[in-house]
């Protein structure tokens, strides 16, 4: 897991990401809210923890005053987190509570190749048997939604043989 630890004091600071890092984590510093706001913008973290009392600024002041963070979009492809809803072209899906973490995931990652371990550790948390095919058969059930309920729309769900699977912006790619 990466996290990010937002913390002015330098000792208490490195006395966290230390414990993290022994814990098996990345753990990324930050002193200032500015120089946060920039890694959370770069860097997809797991997680954040944030030092309530930053100088000069509320920690929670820098939270979004809207919902819409928690709406994650690609294309015309959006998950809100909050209402555990999910549309494509305006359009509501139906989507299992795996199907549902999958999708997360993968937009999480936009335009990046996730692996069937990296979905087995974040989706099912488990261990199961990777010789098993439970993965493919959620992603060949989140394709049927997104993508072939959808025939007049270029496809999003792409399976990278060998690698993983991602899902992908086609306007990116041109």
Not at 1 to 28: K, N, S, T, Y
Not at 104 to 117: C, D, I, M, Q
Request: negative net charge; hydrophobic residues 45%; charged residues 25%.
């Amino acid at each position: 897991m990466r996290i990010l630890v937002i913390e002015d004091e330098a000792r208490l600071a490195e006395f966290v990401r230390q414990g993290l890092v022994l814990a098996g984590h990345v753990a990324d510093g930050a002193d200032n809210g500015a120089t946060a706001l920039e890694m959370a913008a770069s860097t997809p973290y797991d997680a954040i923890l944030l030092d309530l009392m930053l100088p000069g600024q509320n920690g929670l002041d820098r939270r979004p005053a809207t919902t819409d963070a928690a709406v994650l979009r690609l294309a015309d492809l959006e998950l809100d987190l909050v209402h555990r809803r999910v549309s494509r072209a305006g359009q509501a899906l139906s989507l299992t509570n795996r199907e549902f973490a999958l999708l997360e995931l993968l937009l999480r990652n936009p335009n990046r190749v996730v692996t069937k371990t990296r979905i087995a550790e974040k989706v099912w948390e488990v261990d199961f048997d990777m010789g098993s095919n439970v993965i493919e058969v959620h992603l060949s059930q989140l394709r049927r939604k997104l993508d072939r309920a959808f025939p007049d729309l270029p496809p999003l769900l792409e399976t990278v043989i060998g690698h993983g699977y991602r899902l992908h912006d086609p306007a990116a790619a041109r």
